[in-house]
Antibody, heavy 118, light 110 residues
Framework: EVQLVESGGGLVQPGGSLRLSCVAS????????MHWVRQVPGKGLVWVSQ????????GYADSVKGRFSISRDNAKNTLYLQMNSLRDEDTGVYYC???????????WGQGVLVTVSS | QSALTQPPSASGSPGQSVTISCTGT?????????VSWYQQHPGKAPKLLIY???KRPSGVPDRFSGSKSGNTASLTVSGLQAEDESDFYC??????????FGTGTKVTVL
């Protein structure tokens, strides 16, 4: 069974840092392009970041560029999102998802909640 | 990097069709065939319905279809069913390893 499981969320003060993890199983993680997507409960989806299979090609939304860093450990089947200088507007449920440029995001995790608040 | 524009809501009676538009720019939808559509029920993760403008993943009913013209993509749900009541989002590649989602459309089955 294809599965993605996120962890690492929680409450953090503005200006703080947090690292999210996403463990993959049931597919060839080392060949997959991966994404992070954020959603404030009750609001829309916002694309955050993407990495190709070996992390040699990454992309970020303008709102997080310079503060967030996406990475992966293919030996551990794990995707990461390092979030620094967190702001109130970074609050939301963060999903990891599998997908390439053409193929859409075909597998999603259950999401992990990040709350940035003083 | 502005969100793609979708109507906030759409509705139809069971058996009818509803079409949702997704308007972008020449920098995203207009330049790439990397348009995908997602369905999200409350409290659930999104589910891929359409990729590459008009292709359906295995298991997605053919009641769901996609198209694109210029800077606008569209999703049509035919033969509306009660379980189709949910939120729908479009997404497009925007170049330079960036992507953008639509604002989302809530579909109500009357």
């Amino acid at each position: 069974e294809v599965q993605l499981v996120e962890s690492g969320g929680g409450l953090v003060q503005p200006g703080g840092s947090l690292r999210l993890s996403c463990v993959a199983s049931g597919f060839a993680f080392s060949s997959a392009w991966m994404h992070w997507v954020r959603q404030v409960p009750g609001k829309g989806l916002v694309w955050v970041s993407q990495t190709n299979s070996d992390n040699s090609g990454v992309g970020y939304a303008d709102s997080v560029k310079g503060r967030f860093s996406i990475s992966r450990d293919n030996a551990k089947n794990t995707l990461y999102l390092q979030m620094n200088s967190l702001r109130d507007e970074d609050t939301g449920v963060y999903y990891c998802a599998r997908g390439g440029v053409l193929y859409g995001l075909d597998c999603w995790g259950q999401g992990v909640l990040v709350t940035v608040s003083s | 990097q502005s969100a793609l524009t979708q109507p906030p809501s759409a509705s139809g009676s069971p058996g009818q069709s509803v079409t949702i538009s997704c308007t972008g720019t020449s920098s995203d939808i207009g330049s790439y065939n990397s348009v995908s559509w997602y369905q999200q029920h409350p409290g659930k993760a999104p589910k891929l319905l359409i990729y590459e403008v008009n292709k359906r993943p295995s298991g997605v009913p053919d009641r769901f279809s996609g198209s694109k013209s210029g800077n606008t993509a569209s999703l049509t749900v035919s033969g509306l069913q009660a379980e189709d009541e949910s939120d729908f989002y479009c997404m497009s590649y925007a170049g330079s390893s960036k992507y953008v989602f639509g604002t989302g459309t809530k579909v109500t089955v009357l």
